[in-house]
């Protein structure tokens, strides 16, 4: 018995069950069934268990035809068994349908990323085309305010050998506390009691636990000594 006629039989019989399920249903609707439908009941439960032998006869009839032509039976549950070229082609045909789908993804994947490199790349080189409009712009130096005081006295730093602890008369009611890293510049001699010029709008600074509300103005000369009369000259 080939497998194609084994396939005609199992359909013809779920053809057959399905034809004795409307009749039923039938009955059912016209009211002809009787309350006490044991016996047909009975009769229905034979014949399935019948159809359900016949089924399985035809399926092992399949199995059979199967294994005889060499051919790999793979089991399903509830549904007819496929053929090994039927299992085979499935497979081939799904690869075949999906290399294309994977190659197009690939593509894009391929596609996208020259794209993503050159946003970055542009983002990149934004900043920096910025960057020398703003250095371009001129310094405007009327915003300091640069004023001449008056050094009253001026010592070591407690906690740092390199810094001066200045008290500095700006015109204001108070002197300022200026720090001053200018130990290695000018002796602390030639810091008392003389003018400076201070630059005094700037934030005030914790130098080594001490605050420090301006800043000392000190010119260079050409041999690099640093002097502050010269700033206060000019």
């Known amino acids: 018995m080939s497998a194609r006629v084994c396939a005609s039989k199992v359909t013809q019989i779920d053809a057959a069950l399905e034809q004795l399920r409307k009749h039923v249903v039938l009955l059912r609707e016209r009211g002809t069934l009787v309350r006490d439908t044991t016996e047909y009941k009975q ?22 035809v199967e294994k005889m032509n ?3 039976v793979v089991g399903l549950p509830g549904a007819v068994l496929k053929s090994k070229t039927e299992i085979k082609t499935c497979p081939q045909s799904v690869n075949t349908s999906q290399q294309p789908v994977q190659k197009a993804a690939q593509n894009n994947e391929n596609q996208s990323k020259p794209q993503e490199n050159k946003k970055k790349a542009a983002k990149k080189q934004k900043p920096q085309q910025q960057q020398p409009a703003t250095a371009a712009q001129p310094a405007d130096v009327s915003r300091l305010d640069m004023r001449v005081g008056f050094i009253r006295t001026a010592k070591l730093h407690p906690d740092a050998d390199g810094l001066y602890l200045e008290e500095i008369e700006c015109g204001e009611e108070q002197p300022r506390q200026v720090i001053s890293g200018l130990v290695k510049h000018i002796p602390i001699e030639q810091m008392q009691q003389r003018p400076c010029v201070l630059l005094c709008n700037l934030k005030p600074a914790k130098m080594r636990g001490i605050m420090s509300h301006a800043m000392v103005m000190c010119a260079s000369t050409p041999d690099k000594s640093g ?3 010269t700033a206060c000259q000019l």
């Open 43 to 64: 009769q229905l439960l034979q014949e399935n268990r019948n159809l359900k032998a016949e089924v399985e006869r035809l399926k092992s009839q399949l199995t059979d």
């Open 227 to 229: 002097d502050i009369s």
């Open 70 to 72: 060499g051919r790999k």
